[in-house]
């Protein structure tokens, strides 16, 4: 296979090959040059950060913001801060949610599917960090925005979502290359988008499972029907 470079230059810039990936990003590439993909996600063996690839035109292009690796100490903004922000951009964190990211019973670890690795909820000060997509940057919570953004164009389709309506859901979480998020059209139904390839998957669970059970594992608990 070619070679592939680095997007990051200022302070990565290296040229490597698909042999050099690790196990997973090596297979994906196979896959997804053999499927045509324009759009994934591969990790830069040299400096570990996420780079968008593109499978056709072999072309990666950054995904981070550039100080991902060598990030400088920020002030932190107070929670109250955080709030104001999100209200200024009409960013509405259902209620009931909000009160528990803010409370000390928060775990940020949920399982959500039985035998697989739990899903990561983000803290406010994460779901209110920037992130690139595509060039454009995004608060955490609004990355399915990007990613609705970057599938435009292409041969997308989902029996629950139009793009336009996952652009206006909220992430709340992630497991792996996964983005776990809330249903905007209920506020409640929890969905997962895979960043790699774009499909959207159900969840059993409800936005309310997370704080009704965060005192228990719902790996045992039945799934809410
Ligand atoms: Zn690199």
């Not at 470079?5 to 997804?32: I, V």
């Not at 960090?129 to 970057?150: C, M, S, T």
């Not at 389709?157 to 979480?173: M, P, Q, R, T, V």
Request: hydrophobic content about 35%; overall charge positive; aromatic content about 12%.
């Amino acid at each position: 296979m070619k070679e592939i470079t680095c997007p990051y230059a200022a302070d990565c810039g290296q040229t490597f090959t698909a042999n050099e990936l690790s196990k997973r990003d090596r297979e994906f590439l196979r896959y997804a040059s053999d499927k045509k993909m324009t759009f994934m996600f591969i990790y830069c063996p040299k400096c570990a950060r996420r780079i968008q690839f593109d499978a056709t035109l072999w072309k990666a292009s950054a995904s981070e913001g550039f100080n991902n690796s060598a990030r400088s100490p920020k002030k932190q903004k107070t929670p109250k801060q955080l709030l104001s922000r999100l209200k200024k951009l009409k960013i509405d964190i259902p209620i009931a949610y909000l009160d528990y990211l803010l409370s000390d019973k928060f775990r940020d670890r949920i399982s959500i599917f039985k035998d697989k690795s739990d899903f990561c909820l983000y803290s406010l000060e994460e779901l209110c960090e920037i992130i690139n997509i595509d060039g454009v940057k995004y608060y955490r919570i609004r990355e399915l925005k990007g990613y609705a953004n970057a599938l435009k164009g292409l041969s997308w389709s989902d029996k629950n979502f139009a793009l336009s309506e996952l652009a206006e859901c909220l992430s709340i979480g992630y497991e792996n290359e996964k983005v776990l998020f809330i249903d905007n059209s209920d506020n409640s139904a929890l969905y997962i988008f895979h960043i790699d390839g774009g499909d959207i998957e159900k969840t059993d669970i409800m936005l309310k499972d997370i704080y009704d059970c965060n005192q228990r594992s719902l790996k045992n608990a039945k799934p809410p029907r």
